[in-house]
């Protein structure tokens, strides 16, 4: 099935918002086997708003809208997706029992024009809305679909996880079952190719990658007459995927990095400390970004200057004037004096130049990750050959969790 | 003059890409009084694209196309708008001298289906590209422009600063010219109440606000005869503005928080160290992610536990135990340790809740800021009510620099 988005709201013309609800929905309606043709942005306009309706409806089978269901003379997209489907906006009681608990439970007067949020399309699905005031509905006429959701992101996602996908869902008659696996250590196009023989061959299910900032993940999905079938044909592919491309996968189930390192910590009993130069507290702030994160991590250090790294850390004047704070052996000396001063099980650290400037003879981008676990300890070396600060401060950032990560699996 | 964007790539109705070159071209072009009507996005297919170019041009006056103009098979944006405005594709000399510098300049065989991006519409105004491959450009046939941008965003922004913007200006006879002002420690509904008075009467200089998370920036733009006018009418509404919101403001010039703060702590000849609880680290990070904060920042503490904030920080037991970790006493108490240990100058701490949850009987979201600067130390309470981890981890650590900022312009 075709599909549409339209959002509205001046706000995106103006260059206030990004349109994020496109791209969520784009990515769950393209998962679901749905085929998004167009997205479009328009503002409070009755006039281009119900003309966009008016074509969107001919050039595919659903549109989906996103904002403008408010309770101002501004919102109008409920009032024109019904009159181009041609239902009577009729008064609901069950919206409004619901509507009235929501303002009585923040002890908040309900205003006059909340009222005319009690009005929904007559035959319409109603979605209640369990982050805000205004309901979502869908509309159906001659097989061409309207579905209608609230602006905000977190009503919106809200909205399409607790009732639309089900809508959605409803309307096929094939089961769709879908993974995502994160990776570390291999970029999207070396991934993509090696995973070529596979791509290549690829029907149902299919294969798609996604790159991120140093990462890149993929969804393996599959849509079948059920579930059962879907779910075993994903099983196969991963299975296919993990002899090529196994070493480089570290959740088969779309967790970020910084929650695997945390809760492999704590199902090992282990504690961890950090002492980071280039990355500036940056692995820190994300350990401690997972609730909970407090029973694997107590000490975080920014030596940012050589003084620190001495005093705190106790690296030695020799290994920093004969091989440079920005070295090997500082790394490990860094990594040893974080695990010895807070008396965690990991000692992790890092040294480098994070750009656009490096010392003189030296590159940006060069940096040595380092570690300390009972009585190992190494240094790992990594150049990204950029010279952009924020770009190699976030991948020297996921490269320490990718260290941590591989010494938890064991192959460190 | 009404314009529509366009984005071209699949990638954007896969939800791969979030589509942020909109954004951006948006904010600008309102920037300089032009009025965007819409924003469309469709895939690589020749015949939607050109319906959609065709229609765009009906419906307003620009259409500006975003992605497309690679040099493979798929890339058709550049065929589709030179057909629709009736134009000849013809080989530029200076496109192609170009491009074959830049593989040289990279030592890179120039592949044959480059050779593609040569070819340029027959009397188009062509625009370099400073970062990539492929060049831009601008057509114009009875009073209707299409422009034609590059999809990377590191791309299409160096192309819109160095070519575009001066293309768009030479359009309008009116000169454009804007400040945009940052505020901290006021939301957005707030600074527009009390921007009212301002607002409401607002014809020429408009004035703008945005949010951002825990931050708020208004831009104020006027459009006259001569530059000198609308900067002579900008500057006049700035100092009524100041009289109302001075106290919030720390930009005049959309220069981000922690770069003031950096750059004040070189004029003035400061340093800075910090100690983190519930922000783990992302104080220091953010300092540190300013290029040249070396000069001012060498030690940060990330002391997650209580036993960190005793051994690093030489908070006393009794402090702790009489006035638990989350109190001003014990806010000072790391702010005073790490101004020690350090040697610096300032010395600020946070410690709090970030949630989702609190210790018994205390709510998330309640944090103390201290700091210690020559004999003065103080803490500094901030109680967000919400429950929100990451929004609160990066409103104290906003909150933080705010009292740093405080501080440095002796208001503290």
Redesign the interface.
């Known amino acids: 099935m075709d599909v549409t988005i339209i ?1 509205v709201g001046t706000e ?9 609800n ?9 998962l679901m086997g749905f085929d ?8 409070d306009n009755p006039g ?1 708003l119900k003309n ?1 309706v008016e ?1 969107s409806l001919e050039d595919t089978d659903m549109v989906i809208l996103t904002g403008g269901l408010g309770p101002t003379q501004d919102d109008l997209t409920k009032e024109i997706v019904s009159e181009v489907f041609g239902a009577e906006l009729v008064f609901d009681e069950s919206v409004y029992d619901e509507l009235k608990e929501y303002f009585d439970e923040r002890h908040r007067h309900m205003a006059e024009n909340n009222l005319k949020q009690v009005y929904v399309p007559e035959g319409a699905t109603i979605f209640h809305n369990g982050n805000g005031t205004a309901p979502g509905f869908a509309i159906e006429r001659n097989g061409k679909y309207g579905i209608c959701l609230p602006g905000p992101p977190r009503e919106m996602t809200y909205m399409f996880e607790t009732h639309v996908r089900g809508f959605l869902e409803g309307l096929t008659d094939k089961k769709m079952y879908y993974r995502i696996l994160r990776t570390i250590g291999i970029g999207e196009s070396d991934l993509e190719t090696i995973l070529l023989p596979i791509i290549d061959k690829q029907v149902d299910p299919t294969i ?1 990658t ?1 790159a991120k900032e140093g990462e890149c993940s993929f969804r393996i999905a599959s849509q079948r007459d059920t579930i059962e079938e879907a779910k075993a044909a994903v099983d196969a592919m991963i299975s296919d995927v993990d002899k090529i491309a196994g070493k480089y996968i570290y959740s088969y189930d779309d967790e970020e990095l910084k929650a695997v390192v945390v809760r492999k910590l704590k199902e090992r009993n282990l504690t961890i400390a ?1 002492a ?1 130069s ?8 994300n ?3 997972v ?1 909970g ?2 029973g694997v ?9 050589e ?2 790294k001495a ?2 850390l106790d690296v030695s004047e020799d290994i920093l004037s004969n091989y440079s704070a920005v070295s090997p052996e500082t790394a490990v000396a860094m990594a040893e004096g974080v695990k010895r ?2 008396g965690a099980d990991i000692g992790i650290s890092v040294t480098g130049f994070a750009g ?2 490096a010392d003189p003879g030296r590159n940006a981008g060069e940096a040595y990750v380092g570690y300390a676990y009972g009585d190992k300890k190494e240094a790992v070396k990594f150049e990204t050959r950029r010279a952009d ?2 770009w190699n ?1 976030n991948f020297f950032m996921l490269m320490m969790l990718m260290i941590v990560n591989e010494i938890l699996d064991g192959k460190r």
Chains 1, 2 share one sequence.
């Open positions: 959002a995106l013309l103006f260059g206030q918002t990004v349109n994020t496109a791209t969520y929905l784009s990515k769950n309606l393209n998004v043709m167009y997205h479009h942005s328009v503002g281009r966009l074509r798609a996604y950090s980071e280039c990355t500036g507290g940056m692995f820190a702030s350990i401690t970004d609730p994160a407090s991590f107590g000490y975080g250090f920014v030596t940012y200057s003084a620190a005093s705190e001063v807070s656009p400037d600060r924020s401060r």
